[in-house]
């Protein structure tokens, strides 16, 4: 069993940053990918950025420009650095962690809330 527990989150105004952490109980180097995610109230949870085993990224449109999703292996922990945040980047945050053996296995974190004030 993985844990993957989040923080960094926060009350911050619209146009400030904050950084967030999911730091694993295990190497992470062996995850195919993490994610992080994130759920607004009565709202889907949806990709916000994804970081490869390879180290390669991806953003969600919405936040392309302002987010950066990073890795630690040595620290078993992966960052969402987020700037310019916008109220409609409040959310719960959420980490998830791939992993493909003999059967695919989803792990994902307790979530941290983002709250961005206008």
């Known amino acids: 069993q993985v844990q993957l527990v989040e923080s960094g989150g926060g009350l911050v105004q619209a146009g400030g940053s904050l950084r967030l952490s999911c730091a694993a109980s295990?190497?992470?180097?062996?995850?195919?990918?993490m994610n992080w995610y994130r759920q607004a109230p009565g709202k889907q949870r949806d990709l916000v950025a994804t970081?490869?085993?390879?180290?390669?990224?991806n953003y969600a449109d919405s936040v392309k420009g302002r987010f950066i999703i990073s890795r630690d292996n040595a620290k078993n922990t992966v960052y969402l650095q987020m700037n310019s945040l916008k109220p409609e980047d409040t959310a719960v945050y959420y980490c998830?962690?791939?992993?493909?053996?003999?059967?695919?296995?989803?792990?994902w974190g307790q979530g941290t809330q983002v709250t961005v004030s206008s």
């Open positions: 295990r190497s992470i180097s062996s995850f195919v990918a």
């Open positions: 998830h962690a791939r992993l493909v053996g003999l059967r695919e296995y989803n792990y």
């Open positions: 970081i490869t085993s390879g180290s390669r990224t």
